[in-house]
């Protein structure tokens, strides 16, 4: 008689989860709604809780999160891999070469003269030791303090090197979050300028070429209310503390930014977060595009 079929030869194969492709930009909960009549919101909301969400290849758990229009939206059979938080950062990639991060607000990117180890970089440093005593980190670049988002480390000198030297032709794009005062006259638009900084660490925005670097920023209106608007920049370069002055430049400061004209603060924090970021691996050559969900204190401002 043939043996007994062993629980591995008896285990279904599951198909591939569907994807469904977005048609027109909405929360994710909008769309999970009406792309799954058979489950109700608490049924999304136990598969965001799971990590069994997944858009273009990067698990999502935020309800809020904003879709744009060509993404890839697919519900994992399975739960999802726990995520590798630590208290003010979560790591959302890694491999031998790099990890990118989801820095929350109030954490500072590397220390300062009073701060040592409340930053990305000494948290980061502690993750790769626990691994290889010998391990280390490099930071590629920063972000504020009161700014939350993605951020990128180097695991190696020459990671880094070859991301910093190619990072303007690498990174593809580089879009932030930021809710301004005020309703923008012009909606969606440009900002060209050219950006100094004063002995006081104050940033300056001129026309005059030969005042600095030369600054550019585009920019779209998602929402706003009659007090604020959620904006979308995109940058084209990246000088310190550029969207931040070219939203002053506009007459509509970052919410909570008294450094660069702001005169309310509605949400506790700077109204800035890096939110997607995509470029091309230094090593691998593979493309990487990471977005992370809407604040919910940003979304909140917005919410009908």
Known sequence: ?????????????????????????????????????????????????????????????????????????????????????????????????????????????????????????????????????????????????????????AKSEQAKKLLQESWQTAVEQRTYLAVTEGVLKQPEGTIRSYLQESKALVIYSSQNPNEGQLAITHYQTLKQTSRYSLVKVDLETGRKNQIRVHMQDLGHPIVGDIKYGARTNPIGRLGLHAWVLSFTHPITGESLRYQTAVPRKFAGLFSE
């Not at 062993?6 to 469904?20: D, E, Y």
């Not at 909405?26 to 136990?46: D, G």
């Not at 989801?102 to 409340?118: F, H």
């Not at 290889?132 to 700014?147: E, G, Q, S, Y």
């Open 1 to 153: 008689m043939p043996g007994k079929p062993s629980p591995r030869s008896q285990r279904k194969v599951l198909p591939p989860a569907p994807r469904m492709v977005v048609k027109e930009a909405s929360e994710l909960m909008s769309f999970l709604v009406a792309q799954l009549p058979h489950k109700n919101r608490n049924n999304i909301k136990t598969l965001l809780r799971d990590g069994q969400i997944v858009v273009d290849g990067q698990t999502v758990t935020q309800y809020n999160h904003l879709l744009q229009v060509g993404q890839q939206v697919e519900v994992r059979r399975e739960k999802g891999p726990a995520t590798n938080a630590y208290k003010g950062l979560t790591i959302v990639f890694e491999d031998e070469h790099l990890i990118v991060i989801d820095k929350q607000e109030g954490l500072l990117s590397i220390a300062t003269d009073t701060q040592k180890t409340n930053t990305a970089y000494y948290i980061l440093s502690g993750h790769v030791k626990r691994q290889n005593p010998a391990a280390k980190v490099f930071i590629v670049h920063r972000l504020d303090r009161d700014t939350s988002g993605l951020m990128v480390f």
